[in-house]
């Protein structure tokens, strides 16, 4: 067989379309005339003496008729260029685009256009091979050795075109490595969509449904010329293959760049730098690529970067989310993840988002296992400490912190806010459950408001609760103490010689709950409090100051308790708490799926899917409708569903008596989250250590300021007093 086929030399341009997939009736140019737009009266034939023009200054063409310009034009600012096919040029004038310093003349030079149309004004230099493209007004192409597309390009989407096989679609493999819990990658794919495939596998009507709707709202006709919108500016770049690119557009110096939909516009323009190579894959709106990355079967959400020779395979990245220098390979990553070292490794896991890697942590390694169909599934705030290894299959609870650490075996750790540690000299997992209450406010206090602060997209079509106290967490803490009552009980059972067995875990956690109730909890000592199910393994799984955990879990869940009812108040003039209780007591759902960062109760999760399934979504745009819905009456659900906490914190009563004790508590709460962010902060400062790298404090004050002068401290510290005023106003109001 020849590689390398020989064809008549007339067929440079032509027959782009191949005659199975031509309709009748129609040329090869009728998708590329509605992807343009234009009248026919926009262009017209060359003149006798352009045609002299463009051949005194070193132009050829296989037939200048098939060339058609635009008024003004000006033949001699193209020079030195080769046409085949079907052109079409729009205005050319004596004039130069600028861009970043880069200065060129609008017209063409030292470049081989085929069967193109170019915009108005367009600056094209030096590009070897240019074809069946449509490039918008005002663009600059300079240095580019390879650009063009073909008949049955998909732009990255997991699209079959007619008379495809279907082996020859484009899945992404995201959560683990077989393939089990593959998608169809789309433009326009947001976090949700793809954890609502990839999860309900279980459900065969919804996943041959949600197939249908991508299927059929792609255009599978033969014959799309890539695009390249307004203003865009590519150059230094080697290979451009079946790439359809938006407005305001920069790419520079990339090697290879292909099956791909690039989104980007003036008021969220997105970056490819140099390097970087990229196939198959859908880049959201307002992203930047550089320095020698590569991704492949790929999506990136809006907002989110990819940068210093980060691998990305096989995986869906979430919007306002950063990579680099690492590997990450069949994931799904919801919105605002961090992982910023070359020695970090992800893999076949589904992160909920606001996480973090840190060097040397590698989650997903396979080594306790021959098989490849294991996975992650790590809640909202998932945080790996430097060098920590994690095996398949594991489960975390929300905002779970893990100490440096080699963890050698399985792990389902369904106490949220927790801190992590392999204590390798006994040999046992130890847990700290309200870690970052009790220990790190600073960091969990300014999570909210960092996540929110850096969400810098224009279209959030991915709707995302960045609070770390919500419901999915909320019912995280909610189960959280009930297995520390239950443990604490087995604890003092066994301590005095009792056996667990003969009771309930109704029984055990009411005895745990008087237990850890006791002020002081002289009954806690001496207790060895031993969490269960938490580790695949024999050794103890040891649980630390059950009693400031649990007590840092009430604290939490009255908290966010009093914050949405107080939310409620305000939003409600004539409210008081007798009218908040009858709107509010009823029908809270206790059970919540993060969709891609977007919260929503488990059932009407259940509704979508069944609806789905029966047919009555045509579109994905009628599903994110749907989204958009439930986002618009999520803040009364998350009401309702705090009236329903508040009212568990109370032993299942809450009248206007326990509502005024919770509005008091609440301000010693809120008092005590600004000490404790003074405090977790302060330490940094008042570290000797830290405080010998610099010459003297006056060194030290210069270079990072002081704890005064700390802006989230200040913040803290002026909503503290704001909190305060509205708890007073709703105590009189109620």
């Known amino acids: 067989m020849d590689n390398v086929t020989v064809l008549p030399g007339d067929t440079i341009g032509y027959n782009f379309i191949p005659p199975p997939y031509l309709p009748k009736g129609r ?11 234009k009248p026919g ?83 094209i230099h030096h590009v070897r091979y240019l074809a069946h493209y449509v490039i918008g007004d005002r663009c600059i192409l300079t240095d580019i050795d390879e650009m063009h ?10 699209i079959l075109k007619d008379g495809e ?67 865009c500016v590519i150059k230094s770049c080697r290979i451009i293959k079946d790439v359809k690119i ?13 099956n791909l939909t690039i989104n980007s ?155 992590l540690n392999n204590n390798i000299l006994k040999d046992e997992l130890e847990v700290l459950p309200g870690f970052w209450w009790l220990y790190n406010m600073y960091a969990l206090a300014r999570n909210t408001w960092k996540f929110q ?44 010689g009792q056996n667990a067995a003969d009771k309930t875990d109704s029984e055990l956690s009411a005895l745990g709950r008087e237990l850890l109730n006791m002020t002081p909890p002289e009954a806690l000592e001496g207790l060895d409090v031993l969490g269960e199910n938490m580790e695949k393994s024999k050794r103890k799984v040891v649980v630390i100051k059950p009693f400031g955990g649990y007590h840092a879990y009430g604290q939490m869940l009255l908290y966010y308790a009093v914050q949405n009812l107080l939310t409620y108040m305000q939003s409600n003039a004539s409210a008081n708490f007798d009218s908040m209780k009858n709107t509010l007591q009823e029908n809270a759902h206790r059970q919540w799926v993060n969709l891609g960062g977007q919260l ?11 609806d789905i399934g029966k047919g009555e979504f045509s579109t994905w745009e009628d599903i994110h409708a749907r989204y958009d819905q439930l986002w618009q009456t999520y803040p009364l659900e998350k009401q309702r569903h705090a009236f329903a906490v508040l009212r568990d914190c109370y032993d299942g009563t809450l009248e206007k008596e326990q509502w005024i004790d919770a509005l008091n508590r609440s301000i010693t709460i809120q008092e005590y989250i600004r000490d404790q962010v003074y405090v977790s902060r302060k330490k940094d400062h008042d570290n000797p250590f830290r405080q010998a790298t610099y010459r003297n404090t006056e060194e030290m004050v210069a270079a990072i300021g002081t704890i005064e002068d700390n802006s989230f401290v200040k913040l803290v510290r002026e909503e503290t007093e704001k909190f305060k005023a509205v708890v007073e106003e709703m105590k009189k109001k109620s």
């Open 246 to 258: 938006g407005s305001c557009c920069y790419i520079k110096g990339a090697n290879k760049l292909k």
């Open 165 to 231: 096989d279907e082996k020859i679609r484009v899945w992404l493999d995201i959560v683990n490595e077989t393939g089990s819990r593959k998608v169809l990658p789309f433009n326009g794919m947001i976090t949700a969509d793809a954890y609502l495939w990839a999860k309900y596998r279980d459900d065969k009507l919804l996943q041959k449904r949600l197939k249908e709707i991508t299927q059929n709202n792609a255009d599978s006709r033969h014959g799309f010329y890539g695009t390249v919108g307004d203003q």
């Open 27 to 37: 040329d090869e140019y009728y998708l590329r005339n509605e992807q343009v737009g």
């Open 265 to 419: 516009d003036s008021e969220e323009p997105t970056q490819i730098g140099e390097g970087v190579e990229l196939v198959n894959g859908i880049i959201g709106y307002g992203c930047h690529l550089f320095y020698g990355c590569k991704a492949v079967r790929f999506i990136l959400a809006n907002n989110s970067n990819l940068k210093y020779g980060a691998r990305l395979i096989n995986s869906f990245l979430g919007d306002n989310s950063t990579i680099s220098c690492c590997e990450v390979l069949n994931n799904l990553i919801f919105p605002a993840h961090e992982q910023h070292h070359n020695n970090s490794f992800l893999i076949a896991s589904v992160v909920m988002g606001q996480s973090n890697m840190a060097a040397g942590v590698t989650v997903g390694s396979n080594h306790n296992s021959r098989a490849n169909d294991n996975e992650i599934q790590a809640g909202r705030g998932f945080w790996p400490g430097l060098c920590t290894s994690v095996k398949h299959s594991c489960r975390f609870a929300s905002f779970v912190l893990l100490a440096k650490a080699d963890y050698p075996a399985e792990l389902d750790i369904r106490l949220p806010f927790a801190l």
């Open 41 to 123: 009266d926009t262009w017209r034939q060359l003149t006798a003496h352009e045609v002299e023009v463009l051949v005194k200054n070193g132009n050829s063409s296989d037939n200048w008729e098939k060339l058609l310009v635009s008024d003004p034009f000006d033949p001699g600012q193209i020079k030195d260029s080769e046409f085949f096919g079907f052109v079409r040029i729009g205005r050319v004038q004596n004039k130069a685009l600028e861009y970043h310093d880069l200065k060129l003349p609008v017209g063409i030079t030292n470049s081989c256009i085929i069967s193109c149309d170019i915009g108005h004004d367009a600056a």
């Open 600 to 610: 929503i109760p488990a059932e009407d999760v259940d509704r979508l899917r069944t």
């Open 453 to 496: 602060n850096r969400d810098k997209r224009k279209r959030k079509i991915q709707k995302i609760e960045f609070d770390s106290l919500a419901p999915d967490t909320a019912e995280e803490l909610l189960q959280g103490r009930r297995l520390l009552e239950i443990w604490t009980a087995k604890a003092k059972l066994r301590q005095t």
């Open 149 to 158: 597309t073909t008949h049955y390009a998909k732009f990255g989407n997991g």
